[in-house]
């Protein structure tokens, strides 16, 4: 799934869904971006759809999310909180 943008300001959203026509409301979400090794969890305002679960992003929410997925790439997560560990387990 992609990051749909909305163009308008910062707390405006399409009113209909441009996927499938379902009502858009306003809501924090969390978004999981990963980048090599590392996540980040961002919690951020979206325009959800009330029927299919889209989110909406403003352009200038969508330039930070890819802000941070470069950071994570660059492994540049030093201004970034450390929240738990995490651990890879392999079950054949």
Known sequence: ??????KESAMKYVEKCPRCGGAVQEQRVTEILAGGTDTAFVET???????????????????????????????QT???AAVGKASQ???P
């Open 45 to 75: 305002p979206a325009g959800v759809c009330l029927d299919c679960g889209e989110r909406l992003f403003t352009a200038q929410t969508a330039r930070r999310l890819e802000e941070i997925a470069d950071k994570l790439k660059r492994r």
């Open 1 to 6: 799934m992609g990051i749909l943008v909305h």
């Open 89 to 91: 387990v392999a079950v």
């Open 78 to 80: 030093q201004d970034f």
